[in-house]
């Protein structure tokens, strides 16, 4: 899906988030490419608690060089 949003569609940027408490998610980011760009804490609001959450992305720049 990465592949297809950066090399067919020609999108400069491709971006997710997932909750801090949730490392795993983070992990499959990670995984596919995405880099660690930072924590928004107390973000959103879910079960009546602020959960943080973490931002990854990726630029079309960086996909290339990995050759993912």
């Known amino acids: 899906?990465?592949?297809?949003?950066?090399?067919?569609?020609?999108?400069?940027?491709?971006?997710?988030?997932?909750?801090?408490?949730?490392?795993?998610?983070?992990k499959v980011l990670a995984k596919i490419g995405m880099t660690h760009e930072g924590t928004l804490r107390q973000h959103i609001l879910k079960w009546n608690e602020f959960e943080d959450i973490d931002l990854y992305g990726v630029l079309r720049s960086e996909h290339r060089l990995g050759d993912r």
Request: contains cysteine; charged residues 15%.
């Open 1 to 26: 899906m990465v592949n297809y949003g950066l090399e067919e569609l020609n999108l400069q940027r491709i971006y997710a988030h997932c909750l801090s408490r949730n490392p795993l998610s983070g």
